[in-house]
């Protein structure tokens, strides 16, 4: 099981940016995803990368704001976040999966989080107005 631990996350204005980190032990798996929650609300998964970052996929909510990304050499995934807005208000958690993870992210729906086995503890991002 891939052990994962998330940093980077903070305080920021309206447009602001932050940068995630998720770091993977002992590797990143096969596709590795960023999720949030916010209080009340069921988690999201917000993008996915493939192994070796050729493909990524985001939900329509961070399309064109946010960047997932990732470090082999440090086996570490990001999440690149712009222009943020406070309904990212959230705790955003790293998750890792097998390829299905990522071929089934568009289909899954609400199962999506499942098909992820490996999930970190979470870094809160919360955006003010």
């Known amino acids: 099981q891939v052990q994962l631990v998330e940093s980077g996350g903070g305080s920021v204005q309206a447009g602001g940016s932050l940068r995630l980190s998720c770091v993977a032990s002992?590797?990143?798996?096969?596709?590795m995803g960023w999720f949030r929650q916010a209080p009340g609300k069921q988690r999201e998964g917000v993008a996915a990368?493939?192994?070796?970052?050729?493909?990524?996929i985001y939900a329509d909510s961070v399309k064109g704001r946010f960047t997932i990304s990732q470090d082999n050499g440090k086996n570490t995934v990001y999440l690149q976040m712009n222009n943020l807005k406070p309904e990212d208000t959230a705790m955003y958690y790293c998750?890792?999966?097998?390829?299905?993870?990522?071929?089934?992210?568009?289909?899954?729906?609400?199962?999506?989080?499942?098909?992820?086995?490996?999930w970190g503890q979470g870094t809160q991002v919360t955006v003010s107005s």
């Open positions: 990368i493939y192994a070796g970052g050729a493909r990524t």
């Open positions: 998750a890792a999966g097998t390829l299905w993870a990522c071929n089934t992210w568009s289909s899954s729906g609400p199962d999506r989080e499942t098909r992820f086995g490996s």
């Open positions: 002992p590797v990143i798996d096969s596709c």
